[in-house]
C-alpha cells in the first residue's frame, strides 16, 4: 500500500499556521507529501523545506483571488496538489494548514487504509473533529462546529475538492465513505489575537471585496475570542508534534464554561444532540456507508 499526504499552503508564517506540525504529524506513514506553497508574503516556503524529509514535494503555486465564489480558491489550490500525487498511490490524505493528527491515531488509520484499499466501494476515510478555540485548554462544544469530515480519499482523479476545500466530490456527486475511530484536532482558533484579527480579515477577502470586508469586518486590531457562545475544558493530551506551540503561548484566554450563550432553539437543538447523538439539519457532505 502507498499513501501520499497532500495540502496547501499560504503566508504560514504571517499568519501562524502550525502547517509544520501539520505535515509532520502524518508524515510517518505517507511515502510522500505533496504540499502547493502558494505565492507568499513571508518564508512559507523555506518554512517548509526546513522539515528535511525526502518524502516532501513542494510545486510553487499563484493563488487566483479573483475566485471569491464559496472560497473557490482553497479548492483550487487543494487540486492542485491533489493532481501531483504519485499515480501509483493508493491513497491520498488530505491535511489543511491548521489540522493535525494525534500520534495514537496513525496505527488505526493505516490499518484502515489497508482494510479498505481492495474495496472499490470505499472512496474516502471518514474523520471526527476536536476544534480547539482561543487557546489550548478549550474546545468548541456548540452546532458551529463541524464534527466530521473526509480526511483521506482514493487515489481517484475524478474525485476533485469542493466549495471551499472542506470535503470532496467525485463527479459532484457524495463521496461513499467509511467513519474511522481517529480525530482531527483543529488549531485554526488558537494564535494571538493580533495575529488572529489579521487572518479573519485576510480570509474574508477569500470570499469578499476589500469594500465588503471594510464595512463588514470589525477594525480591532485584535479578536474577541470572548464573542462565542460554548466551550468547555480540553481535558486530553495533545498531539507531540503541537506540544512545544502549547508551551510557547504568549497570551491569555480565559473563560467560563458554565457560560452559555444559546437561543432557545438552539438549546433545544443541543439539548437532543446531547441526549441522542444525532444532531438535527446536519450538514453532511458525504455518504457513510
Same mark, same amino acid.
Given at each position: 500500500?502507498?499513501?501520499? *499526504?497532500?495540502?496547501?499552503?499560504?503566508?504560514?508564517?504571517?499568519?501562524?499556521? %502550525?502547517?509544520?506540525?501539520?505535515?509532520?504529524?502524518?508524515?510517518?506513514?505517507?511515502?510522500?507529501?505533496?504540499?502547493?506553497?502558494?505565492?507568499?508574503?513571508?518564508?512559507?516556503?523555506?518554512?517548509?523545506?526546513?522539515?528535511?524529509?525526502?518524502?516532501?514535494?513542494?510545486?510553487?503555486?499563484?493563488?487566483?483571488?479573483?475566485?471569491?465564489? *464559496?472560497?473557490?480558491?482553497?479548492?483550487?489550490?487543494?487540486?492542485?496538489?491533489?493532481?501531483?500525487?504519485?499515480?501509483?498511490?493508493?491513497?491520498?490524505?488530505? +491535511?489543511?494548514?491548521?489540522?493535525?493528527?494525534?500520534?495514537?491515531?496513525?496505527?488505526?488509520?493505516?490499518?484502515?487504509?489497508?482494510?479498505?484499499?481492495?474495496?472499490?466501494?470505499?472512496?474516502?476515510? !471518514?474523520?471526527?473533529?476536536?476544534?480547539?478555540?482561543?487557546?489550548?485548554?478549550?474546545?468548541?462544544?456548540?452546532?458551529?462546529?463541524?464534527?466530521?469530515?473526509?480526511?483521506?480519499?482514493?487515489?481517484?482523479?475524478?474525485?476533485?475538492?469542493?466549495?471551499?476545500?472542506?470535503?470532496?466530490?467525485?463527479?459532484?456527486?457524495?463521496?461513499?465513505?467509511?467513519?474511522?475511530?481517529?480525530?482531527?484536532?483543529?488549531? *485554526?482558533?488558537?494564535?494571538? %489575537?493580533?495575529?488572529?484579527?489579521?487572518?479573519?480579515?485576510?480570509?474574508? !477577502?477569500?470570499?469578499?471585496?476589500?469594500?465588503?470586508?471594510?464595512?463588514? +469586518?470589525?477594525?480591532?486590531?485584535?479578536?474577541?475570542?470572548?464573542?462565542?457562545?460554548? !466551550?468547555?475544558?480540553?481535558?486530553?493530551?495533545? %498531539?507531540?508534534?503541537?506540544?512545544?506551540?502549547?508551551?510557547?503561548?504568549?497570551?491569555?484566554?480565559?473563560?467560563? %464554561?458554565?457560560?452559555?450563550?444559546?437561543?432557545?432553539?438552539?438549546?433545544? !437543538?443541543?439539548?437532543?444532540?446531547?441526549?441522542?447523538?444525532?444532531?438535527?439539519?446536519?450538514?453532511?457532505?458525504?455518504?457513510?456507508?
Amino acid at each position: 500500500m502507498k499513501v501520499s *499526504g497532500f495540502s496547501f499552503i499560504r503566508n504560514a508564517i504571517k499568519y501562524d499556521y %502550525p502547517i509544520v506540525e501539520s505535515i509532520k504529524s502524518i508524515l510517518p506513514i505517507c511515502d510522500e507529501f505533496v504540499i502547493a506553497v502558494g505565492e507568499s508574503d513571508d518564508k512559507t516556503n523555506e518554512l517548509i523545506q526546513s522539515i528535511n524529509s525526502p518524502k516532501i514535494k513542494i510545486i510553487d503555486t499563484v493563488w487566483d483571488d479573483s475566485l471569491r465564489k *464559496g472560497g473557490e480558491v482553497l479548492a483550487k489550490e487543494t487540486d492542485k496538489a491533489f493532481s501531483e500525487v504519485a499515480e501509483d498511490s493508493d491513497w491520498a490524505f488530505y +491535511i489543511q494548514g491548521d489540522e493535525v493528527i494525534h500520534e495514537k491515531y496513525l496505527d488505526e488509520i493505516k490499518n484502515k487504509m489497508q482494510k479498505f484499499k481492495d474495496d472499490a466501494k470505499v472512496e474516502g476515510l !471518514l474523520f471526527n473533529y476536536i476544534h480547539f478555540y482561543g487557546s489550548y485548554d478549550f474546545i468548541g462544544d456548540s452546532r458551529k462546529w463541524y464534527r466530521r469530515e473526509v480526511r483521506i480519499v482514493r487515489n481517484d482523479k475524478s474525485i476533485h475538492s469542493f466549495r471551499d476545500a472542506q470535503g470532496f466530490r467525485k463527479n459532484n456527486k457524495l463521496l461513499k465513505v467509511k467513519q474511522i475511530d481517529a480525530k482531527v484536532y483543529h488549531y *485554526g482558533w488558537v494564535k494571538h %489575537p493580533e495575529i488572529q484579527q489579521a487572518k479573519q480579515k485576510n480570509f474574508h !477577502l477569500l470570499w469578499h471585496d476589500k469594500n465588503w470586508v471594510e464595512k463588514n +469586518i470589525d477594525n480591532d486590531t485584535e479578536f474577541d475570542y470572548l464573542n462565542i457562545d460554548s !466551550l468547555r475544558q480540553f481535558e486530553g493530551e495533545h %498531539p507531540e508534534v503541537i506540544k512545544k506551540r502549547v508551551l510557547d503561548k504568549n497570551w491569555a484566554f480565559s473563560f467560563d %464554561p458554565l457560560q452559555k450563550c444559546f437561543s432557545h432553539k438552539l438549546k433545544f !437543538l443541543n439539548f437532543v444532540e446531547k441526549k441522542t447523538g444525532w444532531r438535527l439539519g446536519e450538514y453532511k457532505n458525504y455518504r457513510l456507508i
